[in-house]
Every structure is written in structure tokens, then in C-alpha cells.
């Protein structure tokens, strides 16, 4: 396999650097655009500006300070409560005044937020091109995950170059008919993220959270996703009010999201019970120490389905479907759903059972080398005729895997 077979490049625009934006809502897209925001600003062919919607905005300036990034622009759209009509709306307006005002000639999306998805589309009245970095996930069920299932499949539609996290990603595509031209399999940055923090992680995970009991097992939970809002979220909280009563050499650690719709059941379910500490979302290095030093992780978090096999640790997924089948397949995830009853069942039988806990934890990840950042801008910069060959596609039977922790 080799990507990108050769194409006739776009025009290189003339005595001037190749204007990009890339585009940031929330927190994965903070986390997984950084590498390729600093890997764009080292290189004199680029004049790279970082473009918040807002879309989010604590959680994302946390992410930003951990790599030490500044927004160029912030167009500060968040509002408590959002929905996804009333932002994308506000979204859709603000970004063509915006890309009227910067004239890229390339946009960089990630992901399936609407940030990304009405970022490609204002892109596209403009005739500006698109990148599309994680490419390709696909759970074939247009309702979950909701919306961002549909989300991820309009960018492809919209998108000129697509960078696929893994092989699946990257057949997905050729599958539907993309130009192979177009197509760049490159690992997902998630891994590069990890790399650039892992060192830093742990000692600020112990300092930001002495409460933790290092004689116990920690479970790590989260949960954000729309269609497990309302009743699959209390039951997500009953079992582990469950799974920790039955245990007492267990604790859980629960960062919440701030969605009303989370925190309010969360809260209202778990808050002041033993063992169970609810804590405020996580600054991304010292979550990224936290994997390292837990037992097992419950989430139906697309990132964190990628980041914990890195660390070893089992991930019990609680959706209904997932575009990250390759965690699965490698035995280092289970998709369970967000059912009391499923959780209780392999959440005991990986406290209890040292066989099965070992033969998750062993798994190597599939998602990244941690080497993503450099091909998705050499794939820039083939595509744009500066360069005249292609970067070499990740194949995770070649590299040695990310293992992190
Ligand atoms: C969004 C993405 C989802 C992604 C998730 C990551 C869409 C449709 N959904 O979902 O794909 O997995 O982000 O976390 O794009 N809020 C704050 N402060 C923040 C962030 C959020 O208060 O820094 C609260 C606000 O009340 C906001 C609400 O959370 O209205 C929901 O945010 P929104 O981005 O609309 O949806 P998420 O569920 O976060
Ligand atoms: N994360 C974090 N702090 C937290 C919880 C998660 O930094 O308290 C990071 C995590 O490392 C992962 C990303 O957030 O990289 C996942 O974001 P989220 O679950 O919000 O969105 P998803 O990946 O499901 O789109």
C-alpha cells in the first residue's frame, strides 16, 4: 500500500506561505488538533492560525494551556444548554464572515462535532479545501451515535483530503468512493497527544488528587454521549453504585462532563456516596496520569476508547455501537451498552477474574504510533506539490505500537 498515489497538485499559491486554518470546538478536537497545530507552525510553508468556534470553552482552554497554545481567533459561541440547531446556526454565519475576513486556502477539521461538520460546510460556500483529520469511523447506524454519526459522513462528502486513523478508516473510505488520491492513512494524533504529555501525566494526577487510595482499584468513568442521556446514564450510575458496594477494595473516579444533562443526573445519583468521588473535568495531562494509574475504565467517550489501551487498561464501552471496532477486535475493549445489568456482570468479572483482566490489558492499541502529526502535514505538503513523494501510511503491523504509562 503507499499513500496518495500521484495526482496533479493544486496550486501552490504564488510569494506567499499556504494560508491554514485549523479548527477547534471542543475538547477532543483540542486535544487531537494540537500536535498538528504545532507540527503545521514549525514548517516556513504554512502561516497556520488556530480558529476556535467555542463550541466548548473550558474544556478547551484547560487543553490548550497543557501545550501551551494560544487561539489566534475565538469566536466564543458557546452558550449553557446549547442546542445542536441554535449552534450550528450561529456557527454556520460566524465562520463564513470569518473565512470571507481570512481567506485560507486550506481548512483542518477533526472528527464528527458540529464545529466540524458546519466548519467543512462554510468551507465549501467558499470554495476553500478541507482536510479531515480522523476520517472515516463509521458505526453505520445514522443515530448513534447522534448526530455525529451523520456529522462525520457530510464531511467526507465536503472534505478534499481525508487523514484515516486505521486501516478500517482508510478501506471505509475507498469503500464509498472516495479518489485514493485523496486518501492518507496516518494513525490518529490522539497518540501523539499522549506522547507529548505521558511523561508529565502521572505526577500531576497524584497531585491533584491525594484523596486517592493507592491501596484500591480505580475505575475510571465517564460519559457524555446525547443518546445515553436520561434513563441509560442512571443506569450507568446504578452500577457503579453497584460495583462499588460489592467491592471494598474499589473506587471510582468520575469526572463529569459539564452538559447540564450529565452533571444533574450524575450528581443527583452518586453525589456524597463512599468511595465514589465526583470531580470537576480533568486537565488532559493529569487525566492522562489518571489512566495510567487505574485498574479499568467504563466510558462511552470516543477518546478515551483510544487512549486506554495505550495504558493497558481494559475499557468497558457503554454504547450500543461503536466506530472504534478495532479496540474490540484487538481485545483490548468490550462493547457492553450502557445497561446496569451488562456493566455489573463484566465489571465484576474483570475485578475478580486476574486471567481475563490480563488478557485485555495486553492488548497492543491499534489506533497510532504517536507519528500522525508528521504525515498528516508531509501529506499536506505532497499534496500541494512542495514536496514529491507521499508519507509513508501507518501500518500498525510495522510500527512499533504506542505504550504508554
Ligand atoms: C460535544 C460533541 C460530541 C463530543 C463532545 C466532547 C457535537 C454534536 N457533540 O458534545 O461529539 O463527544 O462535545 O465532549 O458536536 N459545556 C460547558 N462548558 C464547556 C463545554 C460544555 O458548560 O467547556 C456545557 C454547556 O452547557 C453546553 C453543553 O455542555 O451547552 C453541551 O455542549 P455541546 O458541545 O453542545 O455538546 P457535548 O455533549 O459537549
Ligand atoms: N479528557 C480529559 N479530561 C477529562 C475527561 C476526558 O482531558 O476529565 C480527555 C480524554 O483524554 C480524551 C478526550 O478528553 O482525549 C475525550 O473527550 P470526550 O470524551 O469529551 O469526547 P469524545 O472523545 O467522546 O468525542
Known sequence: MRNGPTISPPLRPAGRR???????GTRPEAIKMAPIAIGLSRRSEF????????QHRELVDDVLDTFQLKADINLNLMRHSQTLAGFASRALNALHREFEKQKPDLILV??????????????????????HVEAGLRTNNK????????????ISVIADLHFAPTRESYETLLREGLNPATVYLTGNPVMDALRLTQDRGIHHARDEFPFLNADLKTILVTAHRRENHGEPLRQI??????LVESDPDVQVIWPVH?????AGVVEEQLGR?????????????????????????????????EEAPAFGKPVLVLRDTTERPEGVAAGAARLIGPSEEAIVE???????????????????????????????VDAILYHYGFTTSPPEPYDPFREPALRAG
Open 47 to 54: 502561516e497556520t492560525r488556530l480558529v476556535l468556534t467555542g
Open 258 to 262: 459539564p452538559n447540564p444533562a450529565v
Open 143 to 154: 443515530r448513534s451515535p447522534f448526530p455525529e454519526e451523520i456529522n462525520r459522513r457530510l
Open 273 to 305: 456516596k463512599e468511595r465514589i468521588h465526583l470531580v470537576k473535568p480533568i486537565n488532559y495531562c493529569s487525566f492522562v496520569g489518571i489512566l495510567a494509574l487505574c485498574h479499568l475504565v467504563l466510558t462511552d467517550s470516543g477518546g478515551v476508547q
Open 346 to 376: 463484566h465489571g465484576t468479572r474483570l475485578l475478580q477474574n486476574e486471567l481475563e483482566y490480563q488478557a485485555m490489558s495486553k492488548a497492543v492499541s491499534p489506533y497510532g504510533d504517536g507519528r500522525a502529526m508528521e504525515r498528516i
Open 18 to 24: 499556504l494560508r491554514c486554518l485549523v479548527l477547534v
Open 237 to 242: 450510575c446504578r452500577a457503579v453504585a453497584r
Open 110 to 131: 477533526q472528527g464528527d462535532t458540529t464545529t466540524a461538520f458546519i466548519a467543512s460546510l462554510a468551507a465549501f460556500y467558499l470554495n476553500v479545501t478541507v482536510g
